[in-house]
């Protein structure tokens, strides 16, 4: 009686098995098939029996396997996402995870960092204003004045970017400039000279003088003054204090008009609202040009006379367009851009 074995995919055999199969049907002309089974591990064996007593054996990787292999895989992670899941509906981790985000609200929501970064008076005051346009003097001054609302009174300051580099000697720009309406401040001046210059001094008003007392004081510490005017014939004691001065500011200077031989003018001068400009190593100059409560007709006369005294002193090594830009704000408010055209071709009306 022939046998045959034939291999189903709920039985399949290895291949071994199914080798020692076929040896004991062999007399029969039968076809022998062992199929793999999705679960099996093995590689399908097809085996063919004819007449011949020579077996005809084909092993081959079946597509069944690794269509097997994918949907273990599948299954296996449809587990691991049923263990991943939490209470509040999401997914801890994963190649595709995208944690929830909140929306933002108040200052986090503003698009830039500064802006993040400013105060909410900063940010409610600089909507009256319009960054995107370039004022002319008398609008700038009108709109910069809205914007004050701290409990002091706000200087007004000016700030001109210049086509200057300092670091050349012919680009330097270093000057003084007597604003018409004054600067608003009271100016403490301070006076060496020695005889006669010393009693005009005290004669002008000055609130502190003294020779070589004085340059005692000052080595020891004592900085109680704003402006410190010297005589030529003191200059030489003066050197000694530039490293006490010089970071200050206070070091006298024939530019500055603090050394001269005329006392009583230089103080007068001073007090009345005469200030000293020069341009930074980045190429700006900075300048108070009054108080906020002035009246417009005052702020923007000492303004113009400081544009007057910048574009006069031009050095000359500067190339090109001089101006570059032109702004001006309060001690704590946003900065207001000027037209440059407009604001060198600005002239104020005079009154009949």
């Known amino acids: 009686m022939a046998s045959s074995i034939v291999a189903t995919p709920a039985h399949t055999l290895s291949p071994p098995a199914a080798l ?4 004991l049907g062999a007399a029969s002309p039968s076809l022998f098939l062992a199929l793999s089974s999705p679960h099996s591990s093995f590689p399908s064996l097809t085996l063919t029996c004819c007449h011949n007593p020579c077996f005809l054996v084909s092993i081959k990787q079946p597509i069944c396997r690794a269509v097997a292999g994918t949907a273990a895989a599948e299954v296996q992670d449809e587990e691991e996402e049923e263990e991943e899941e939490v209470d509040d509906g999401y997914v801890k ?31 409610e005051i600089q909507k009256l204003r319009d960054k995107t346009k370039e004022y002319d003097v008398v609008s700038a001054i009108m709109v910069m004045k809205q914007m004050t609302g701290t409990k002091f009174v ?10 200057l580099d300092p670091k050349y000697a012919d680009q330097q720009l270093r000057a003084t400039v007597n604003l018409p309406k004054g600067t608003g401040q009271t100016v403490r ?40 005017i010297a005589s030529p014939e003191m200059m030489p004691k003066v050197a000694g204090l530039g490293r006490i001065l010089g970071p200050r500011g206070l070091m006298p200077n024939p530019k500055a008009g ?67 830009s ?25 009154s009949v």
């Not at 981790?93 to 900063?122: H, N, Q, V």
């Not at 010393?198 to 000055?206: K, N, R």
């Not at 704000?329 to 071709?345: A, F, Y």
């Open 93 to 123: 981790s994963g190649p595709a995870f995208t944690p929830p985000t909140k929306p933002k609200t108040g200052k986090a929501a503003l698009p830039t960092k500064r802006d993040r970064m400013r105060s909410k008076r900063f940010l």
């Open 154 to 163: 706000e200087s007004a300051e000016a700030h001109f970017r210049l086509k």
């Open 20 to 23: 020692a199969s076929a040896k």
């Open 326 to 350: 032109a702004y001006i704000c309060s001690t704590m408010g946003p900065s207001i851009r000027l037209n440059v055209k407009r604001m060198l071709e600005f002239k104020p009306l005079t």
């Open 189 to 228: 001046v301070a006076v060496l000279a020695q005889g006669e210059k010393l009693d005009e001094a005290q004669s002008a008003g000055a609130d502190v003088y003294g020779a070589d007392d004085l340059i005692e004081k000052i080595k020891e510490g004592f900085m109680e003054f704003d402006k410190l």
């Open 258 to 324: 603090t050394v001269t031989s005329d006392i009583t003018q230089a103080i007068n001068e001073f007090k009345k609202g005469k200030v000293e400009y020069r341009v930074d190593k980045t190429g700006i100059v900075h300048v108070l040009f009054g108080k906020c409560n002035f009246p417009d007709d005052d702020l923007v006369e000492n303004f113009m006379a400081i544009v007057r005294s910048v574009e006069t002193n031009k050095p000359k090594g500067a190339k090109g367009v001089y101006w570059r």
